[in-house]
């Protein structure tokens, strides 16, 4: 006996009846009573509190299932009423043989959404649910009444249970299978019954393994490109270590300008790149190969279809020239550029983590400047990590410990002939290695995020050391992209000026046009803040960006500094680089902007500056960078009149 509330919950269970479910009272108390049934019809409200009750059958806790009869009764004293609670009594059910189907559980087993065939003691089909006609599709002859139950499992998994249960006269109980039929899946389980009789349920299982295999497909694969994900790469190259004697390579590759297309044009024009890249490596592999997109513009390939050093260097050429093509992104012509890391089974690694880690290597070495962008895996690579990897730890200490200083570079006024400015450079005096120069830490700075604090360092200290030296010396510090992209940046000049005592028409700050062209409206809004204090502005390495006349209109430069590049290339007056810098000096005389040229080294060069109307030059002819406490007397002797000579 139990009681049920009008929900249909169970609200109190007898100790009967936990002797005859095999179910305790706290297991049960609670869940709707339909839950604890394989087979509970859903009666009409009419047929609920039938004086026959109806049939059913039970699932114990042990895993046995009973043939129960349900009989209701209404506390209330009206059967009818659903809205109070009943009383329910679970019995056993003694049909008249257990050869026979009652119309009662005939009806309960075609209500039901699954294929059911029930079978008598002996195996012999007693019924089945049309929905089990439906799975099954079996030949009349076959599912026929009284048909024996191996007989129709051969027919459905098409002789698999012939072939592999030979032996048996009877199906064993517990027996399961899944089988694929008439297109669909169906899984089938061989169920007895504490009456001796079984029942054989058939369910069509097609949706929900298609979402399994999808997930499984997801697990291991990117859904933006479909190639594998990094879950998908590490199982597959460690399958292939684990399995394979044959040699094989493994391509790191990373898209350069792929973070400039998703920051200026948007997220949508980043995955329309990732996918435009993900189908060109799709169509330049070969068999057997294997594409991954771990994370963001890094991508890898295990390339089994090309042997030899000499064959993988020409697969790496083909792909970068493959993916360096320009593409179509939501109707604008992009280019990317290509880094390709490369390393090799077993000749680098035997083990999926060593190729993974060593494929890293490469690939920060072919970011790095290799000829041709492409990095075979060396020994001494690992050298180079490590000392980058002491370096990212003693860079995080060098501030606090007061270990970079600050070098000062003049420039010279062509006209005048006098020295009216200095360009801070900040060097590492690290205890250990001793001089580092700023190529080697910076771009580690900026990755580690540690260039705002350096560069307030820088600011402050270039300011205050300014104070030393005459009003009339200009000092001009360089901002790295990522200062630049600091909100804080405005307020650190201020802050640094108001420290030090500096008038803003004093300093000069030196910025990259590929620290500006990703947003250059804000890019606009910045500097116009900081032309508002009277602080100068100067274009560092113009013409080695993405210089543009429009660039150089809508940003209020004082200066543009005329990379050493072209300054190397003048030839006499008759080269490229000269004509380049003719054209500098011409745009900034329309602009009423100053032009410095950087690295001159030659009096040569210097007289052909000058013949270009060049306002100031900068460079080794001048003064190598100094010490802060050499710059006074360098001034000092420097500016004095001098008679006619070089450089006048």
């Known amino acids: 006996m139990c009681l049920l509330d009008p929900a249909e919950r169970v609200t109190a269970w007898s100790r009967e009846a ?48 009973l043939c129960v009869r349900v009989r209701r009764h209404a506390l209330s004293g009206t059967g009818t009423n659903a809205d109070m609670p009943v009383t329910v009594a679970i019995s056993r059910d003694e049909p008249d043989a257990v050869t026979q189907v009652g119309p009662e559980l005939r009806g309960a087993l075609d209500s039901l959404p699954d294929g059911i065939a029930l079978f008598d003691a002996d195996q012999g089909l007693l019924h089945q649910n049309a929905r089990f006609d439906a799975l099954a599709g079996l030949a009349d002859d076959i599912l026929k009444q009284g048909g024996a139950a191996r007989t129709i499992l051969a027919a459905l998994t098409r002789g698999e249970w012939t072939m592999g249960e030979a032996a048996r006269l009877v199906v064993p109980d ?38 399994e295999n999808r997930a499984r497909f997801l697990e291991q694969h990117d859904d933006l490109t479909g190639l594998a994900n990094l879950q998908g790469l590490r199982l597959q190259l460690g399958t292939l270590c684990e399995r394979t004697s044959e040699p094989f390579a493994m391509l790191y590759f990373d898209l350069f300008g792929f973070k400039r297309v998703n920051d200026s044009m948007g997220h949508a024009a980043g995955d329309e790149l990732l996918r435009i890249a993900a189908l060109r490596v799709r169509r330049a592999v070969g068999m057997g190969d294997i594409a991954a997109h771990i994370r963001g513009n890094k991508f890898a390939l295990i390339l089994r279809s090309e042997q030899g050093d000499q064959a993988i260097r020409r697969f790496a050429r083909m792909l970068r020239g493959v993916l360096s093509r320009p593409m179509s992104v939501l109707k604008h012509e992009v280019t990317v550029g290509v880094a390709i890391g490369v390393v090799r089974f077993t000749t680098d690694g035997d083990d999926r983590d060593t190729l993974m880690a060593k494929a890293d290597v490469a690939l920060h070495c072919a970011k790095g400047g290799s000829d041709d962008g492409i990095c075979f895996y060396d020994p001494e690579l690992d050298t180079l990590r490590q000392r980058r990897m002491d370096l990212e730890r003693d860079l995080h200490h060098a501030l606090a410990r007061e270990e970079f200083t600050l070098f000062y570079q003049p420039f010279l006024n062509v006209s005048s002939g006098r020295i009216v400015g200095v360009e801070a450079l900040i060097r590492w005096r690290h205890p250990q290695q001793g001089l580092i120069p700023p190529g080697e830490f910076i771009p580690v700075a900026e990755r580690m995020g540690l260039m705002h604090e350096i560069g307030a360092w820088t600011l402050e200290t270039a300011c205050r050391q300014a104070m030393d030296w005459p ?27 108001q420290r030090a005592g500096c008038p803003p028409t004093r300093l000069e700050l030196e910025i990259t046009e590929t620290a500006m062209i990703d947003d250059v409206p804000r890019a606009a809004c910045v500097l116009k803040r900081l032309r508002a204090q009277g602080v100068q502005i100067a274009l560092d390495d113009f013409g ?37 810098v003719r054209a500098i000096t011409s745009l900034c005389g329309s602009l009423n902007v100053v032009a410095t040229a950087e690295g001159v080294e030659t009096q040569e060069q210097f007289d052909y500056l000058k013949g270009v109307n060049c306002s100031e030059i900068q460079g080794f002819l001048i003064s190598r960078p100094c010490p802060a406490e050499d710059i006074g007397p360098f001034l000092e002797k420097f500016n004095q009149p001098k008679p006619p000579g070089p450089l006048h």
């Open 18 to 65: 936990e002797q005859l479910t095999g179910r305790a009272a706290n297991d049960v108390i609670g869940s709707p009573f339909a839950d604890l049934f394989l087979v509970s019809p859903p009666a009409a409200v009419a047929g609920l509190h039938a004086p026959g009750g109806h049939a059913g059958v039970f699932v114990r806790q042990d895993g046995l299932h």
């Open 174 to 211: 517990g027996w399961s299978s899944e089988i694929l039929r008439l297109g669909r899946t169906l899984a089938l389980s061989w169920i007895g019954l504490e009456d001796g009789r079984f029942l054989l349920l058939c369910r069509d299982i097609t949706d929900l393994r298609r979402l």
């Open 471 to 497: 009003d009339t010396i200009m000092v001009s510090v360089n901002v790295s992209a990522a200062q630049f992209r600091h909100d804080g940046l405005v307020d650190n000049v201020e802050t640094a000026l």
């Open 544 to 580: 080695t960006g993405y210089s543009s006349l429009s660039f150089l209109h809508s940003l209020p430069f004082t200066r543009i500094k005329i990379d050493r590049s072209f300054v190397n290339d003048l030839h006499a007056g008759d080269g490229d680089g000269a004509a380049i």
